[in-house]
T-cell receptor, first 114, second 114 residues
Framework: DAGVTQSPTHLIKTRGQHVTLRCSPI?????VSWYQQVLGQGPQFIFQ???????GRGNFPDRFSARQFPNYSSELNVNALLLGDSALYLC?????????????FGEGSRLTVL | AQSVTQPDIHITVSEGASLELRCNYS??????LFWYVQSPGQGLQLLLK??????LVQGIKGFEAEFKRSQSSFNLRKPSVHWSDAAEYFC????????????FGTGTKLQVIP
């Protein structure tokens, strides 16, 4: 079975632009979470979606938004990019909606904002 | 609010030596506890998890961790380190019954020397 896939793997944007990152969960998994990992730090929780509904949101500004599609894939959108948004964005999938098991992470999308 | 502290930013051990990575958490009750490993350019892989029961947890790749409630600790151990264990290790905490907000520590980078 394919793991969690994310695209693009690398991208470069300039300040003020917007970006869309995509994630396909493992087949059969209905939950997707997004994390931001700044260089030298641990991942920070941004969003969780389960069955196309937002289930949780971390301490991120409204410039960050996400959605989940009927096939359970997900998009993370970031508007008005700042230099500080440069990070590795990780998507994780999970079979259910609760916090009872392993999160399966993709390899991430590395965003550089110039 | 839940939090995780990994006091060691960088650890160097000789191949074949034993390893212990420290993790302390802050949470009002008994949390869910995890150790993840991240190799360069890779996503996060779960090594082991603690939900309840036996406080000594066995994981993959020969790792184990012990939950000590009195010390709010969940240290990771391995009796004999292999060169392939060189990676960054993250301790993480989750709220039982909650959504999938997992709070990660800042990580410990493990270097293995021959």
């Amino acid at each position: 079975d394919a793991g969690v896939t994310q695209s693009p793997t690398h991208l470069i944007k300039t300040r003020g632009q917007h970006v869309t990152l995509r994630c396909s969960p493992i087949s059969g998994h209905k939950s997707v979470s997004w994390y931001q990992q700044v260089l030298g730090q641990g991942p920070q929780f941004i969003f969780q979606y389960y069955e196309k509904e937002e289930r949780g949101r971390g301490n991120f500004p409204d410039r960050f938004s996400a959605r989940q599609f009927p096939n359970y894939s997900s998009e993370l959108n970031v508007n008005a990019l700042l230099l500080g948004d440069s990070a590795l964005y990780l998507c994780a999938s999970h079979r259910g909606g609760g916090n009872t098991g392993e999160l399966f992470f993709g390899e991430g999308s590395r965003l550089t904002v110039l | 609010a839940q939090s995780v502290t990994q006091p060691d930013i960088h650890i160097t051990v000789s191949e074949g030596a034993s390893l212990e990575l420290r993790c302390n958490y802050s949470y009002g009750a008994t949390p869910y506890l995890f150790w993840y490993v991240q190799s360069p350019g890779q996503g996060l892989q779960l090594l082991l998890k603690y939900f309840s029961g036996d406080t000594l947890v066995q994981g993959i790749k020969g790792f184990e961790a012990e939950f000590k409630r009195s010390q709010s600790s969940f240290n990771l151990r391995k009796p004999s380190v292999h060169w392939s264990d060189a990676a960054e290790y993250f301790c993480a905490v989750g709220a039982p019954g909650g959504y999938q907000k997992v709070t990660f520590g800042t990580g410990t980078k493990l270097q293995v020397i021959p």
